[in-house]
C-alpha cells in the first residue's frame, strides 16, 4: 500500500508508512505549512482514519527524536 502526502501545493508519493512518516518530518523541517495524507491505492480515496492519524504522528515525532 502505498501513500500519498499532500504539503501545501505539493504532493509526494511514499511507498509505505515510514516513508510516509519520513516525508512528513521532511516537510516540516523544509516550512510547508499544512500536510495531508491521504492511502494511494485503486479503491477511492479516503481520510486517514484517526488511529492512523495518531499512528503518523507518533511515527512521525519519533523519526524526528532520532
Known sequence: MSYLLLADSHTFVCP???EL???LVWARQEGYVT?????ANCYVD????????ARLVED???L???
Open 16 to 18: 509505505s508508512w515510514d
Open 21 to 23: 512518516a519520513a516525508r
Open 46 to 53: 479516503r481520510p486517514l482514519l484517526p488511529s492512523e492519524q
Open 64 to 66: 524526528a527524536l532520532n
Open 35 to 39: 500536510a495531508k495524507a491521504r492511502r
Open 60 to 62: 512521525a515525532t519519533q
